[in-house]
């Protein structure tokens, strides 16, 4: 599967066999985290749990124990084998869904979510760094953007598969379905997937010893492009998941449509046009970025600053076809900086420290985003009650959208200091390979 004058280096066809099989693990990563979403009635009724106890489940506790180890797991990841790393990883969450449809209390499936959650935080961080391994840097926002349609693929099919599965044969059965393929596909991980070695897309050898966490967040933390782009991509998903969790609810109470059609919309937007947003940000960053290392972040902020006027209108539209007709743009523009964020920060930090820079930056992503995006909103609806009634969530969304305006500055300032970040990262790079 190697060329044959090339050592150490994979074919197109082994390369891109690699991505195909992760984009189908981070697809079964979406499936598993989206599901209770849709499931929350019928589990509401069965068990008998508060909306805070649902809300605990599907946000904060599980962004917290997801995003938190996914640091020391993925300063494991850049020293062993990330291949086998993510076929454990994928049996682990993928074994806690199923058991999720055993649970007969609150507390059994809090433990489910979490041991869910566990598993995931093993998955992203050292696919990133395998893929950075893979793909050079002018190829690596492409091949990052094609493995992050996991997210609106796996959300579509979280949506379809959760609701039609409810609806025939129960909440538990859902669980199982989604959940038992995924074990037998860390099988085929395990087995046909290849590890890389390390540095091999840019003919780097590794050098010296792994810096520890810490050491990896302060190198980060002193590139004032990674922390503009940090938080730009942080206050991107917090308005993202947002959408994500609560426009369902606003076209409910709004515009009076049903929760299947409802599902049924928003899963063919949030997975087709989503997905077309993911993948077409991605080709674009590299495309200008090739030729203006700036535009590796800039084609982000445009991206939010003409999605903008768009996501508005969602919220003033006077009817519910409207409002998912101008939701299509938003939804595709706003998945631009996926790609692009985690490529770049692949690009700041030395070889040693790839999985655990993408598990920072996806501390911070899923703390903010994930954690904070749909409590805001809920809090912020809640404060406007008493003035809007049940038009309280149409305001607070509209509010919550806003914050791209914030985040399109932040990736405008980090595209102006990446250039000079990623080189002084290649010369300690060099440092480090002079002095081992």
Known sequence: MTQPNEPGVFSPAARNYALGVLVVVYTFNFIDRQILSILIEPIKRDLGLSDGQLGLLAGFAFALFYATLGIPIARFADRSNRRNLIALALAIWSGMTALSGLAQNFWHLLLARIGVGVGEAGCSPPAHSMLSDYFPANKRSTALGIYSLGIPVGIMFG????????????????????????????????????????GMSEGRTVAGDQPTIMETFRYLWQKPSFRHLAFGGALTAFVGYSVVSWVPAFLIRSHGM????????????????????????????DYFGARDTRWFLWIVSVALIVGLPFGVGVYLAAGPYMALLLLVLPVALGNFYQATTFAQTQGLVTLRMRSVAAAVLLFILNIIGLGLGPSVTGWLSDMLRPQFGVE??????????????????HYYVAGKHLKNDMEKTALDEQARAAAA
Request: charge should be positive; glycine fraction near 18%; charged fraction near 10%.
């Open 159 to 198: 949506f379809f598969a959760g609701g039609w599965m409810n609806e025939f044969f129960g909440w538990r059965t859902a669980f199982f379905v989604v959940g038992i393929p995924g074990v037998l596909l860390a099988i085929l991980v395990r087995f046909t997937v290849r590890e890389p070695e390390r």
């Open 258 to 285: 049903g929760t299947g059609e409802a599902g049924t919309y928003l899963g063919l937007i949030l997975g087709i046009p989503g997905g077309i947003g993911i993948a077409l940000g991605g080709w674009l960053a």
């Open 392 to 409: 309280s969530l149409r305001w607070a969304l509209l509010i919550v959208g806003l914050v791209n305006i914030w985040a399109a500055w």
